[in-house]
């Protein structure tokens, strides 16, 4: 069954500290993974996809195939950071609106 | 661009009614998919369209039903509404599948609360 979880619903830092968003998955084959994010009366939208491998707004995150993992990652986190983070997959390559979300982590950056 | 656009943005309707909720798709795209997203939970799939046509399909009732018209444009209906269809629903277009670097565009989506 294809499954996404993040285990951690609310992650609270201060300003400047790392920050680390966990999310596994479980999906039989290659599958395609996202991360969303939502700000404050805000839409979804799209942060970053494992196949740009690219760093938006300073976050990063790898596929890791071994451990089922698609870790987001920032070094240092800023107060506009702030926001409901959700991990999602597409089990099926490039049909774009089939997703799987996790539960969503909720990141809060204090000054 | 105005994006994604849905109607209506609240909805209050009583148990065993029904409710149709609209979305516009980003111009261009052809692609709609449905979510239902739950208080404290990550948005769960419902349907996707593609050219008129369903393409995928979650594990909901078949109280749920949808059709996307050929501007692309597109409702959801929920027939016999049960407490627990209270959510938000949102609605996503994307480019069309098979296409590199495919990305859905959400809306703001709509606030169905039953009663």
């Known amino acids: 069954a294809q499954r996404v979880t993040q285990p951690e619903k609310l992650l609270s830092v201060f300003k400047g500290a790392p920050v680390e968003l966990k999310c596994n998955y479980s999906?039989?084959?290659?599958?395609?993974l996202f991360w969303y994010v939502q700000y404050s009366r805000q839409r979804l939208q799209l942060l970053l996809r494992?196949?740009s491998r690219e760093s938006i707004k300073g976050f990063t995150a790898d596929l890791n195939k071994g451990e089922t993992s698609f870790h987001l990652k920032k070094p240092f986190a800023q107060e506009e950071d702030s926001a409901m983070y959700y991990c999602?997959?597409?089990?099926?390559?490039?049909?774009?609106?089939?997703?799987?979300f996790g539960q969503g982590t909720e990141l809060s950056v204090k000054p | 661009d105005a994006g994604v656009t849905q109607s209506p943005t609240h909805l209050i309707k009583t148990r065993g009614q029904h409710v149709t909720l609209r979305c516009s798709p980003i111009?261009?795209?052809?692609?709609v998919s449905w979510y239902q997203q739950v208080l404290g939970q990550g948005p769960q799939f419902i349907f996707q369209?593609?050219?008129?046509?369903?393409?995928g399909r979650g594990n909901f009732p078949d109280r749920f039903s949808a059709r996307q018209f050929p501007n692309y444009s597109s409702e959801l209906n929920v027939n016999a509404l049960l407490l627990g269809d209270s959510a938000l629903y949102l609605c996503?277009?994307?480019?069309?599948?098979?296409?590199?670097?495919?990305?859905?565009?959400f809306g703001q989506g709509t606030r169905l609360t039953v009663v």
């Open positions: 494992h196949i």
């Open positions: 369209y593609y050219e008129k046509e369903e393409r």
């Open positions: 999602a997959l597409n089990g099926i390559y490039n049909q774009g609106g089939k997703l799987i």
């Open positions: 999906y039989s084959g290659s599958p395609e």
């Open positions: 111009s261009g795209h052809k692609s």
């Open positions: 996503a277009s994307s480019t069309p599948p098979g296409q590199v670097n495919t990305e859905a565009f």
